[in-house]
């Protein structure tokens, strides 16, 4: 019983999070497939598709990202330690979304073909 409620608890949720997506667009007054021209639809879609390519082939690169900005922040020790892990985690949810987005490309989710994984590439600054 008690996975049965936790897959009802992660349905509900995320069904949620489905729900709250397009009104938080509209009240920052981000385009939506309705009033948006057909070449901010393309551009939307080939900005998800590469970001997407690019994820899936750099997201190797947040193993040692994560191992640098570990040590640089608490110290050398905690980089050797915790960084790997921080870095097989986030390796892998860049590699994961960076599939998702290049798969769904053409799917203007979430707003407006936003990013999902934040900062959008692994050569950014968190």
């Known amino acids: 019983m008690p996975v049965k409620r936790f897959l009802l608890m992660m349905v509900l949720a995320f069904t949620l ?3 709250g997506t397009e009104q938080r667009a509209l009240a920052l ?3 939506t497939l309705d009033d948006a021209s057909p070449q901010e639809v393309v551009d939307g879609m ?3 598709l590469a970001r997407g390519v ?3 082939a750099t997201g190797w690169l947040e193993f040692p990202k994560q191992i640098y900005y570990t040590c640089k ?3 050398f020790v905690k980089g050797l330690t915790v ?3 921080k ?3 986030m390796t892998l949810g860049r ?4 599939a998702g987005e290049a798969i769904t490309f053409f799917v203007a989710f979430p707003g407006f073909y936003d990013p999902l994984f934040d900062p959008p590439y692994v050569w950014q600054n968190e």
Do not use: Y
């Not at 590699?95 to 960076?98: E, L, P, S």
């Open 17 to 19: 999070c489905l729900l």
């Open 29 to 31: 007054g981000a385009p």
């Open 46 to 48: 080939s900005n998800k």
């Open 54 to 56: 690019a994820n899936l």
């Open 73 to 75: 922040d608490e110290g």
């Open 83 to 85: 960084g790997p892990i």
């Open 87 to 89: 870095g097989v985690g």
């Open 95 to 98: 590699t994961v979304f960076g």
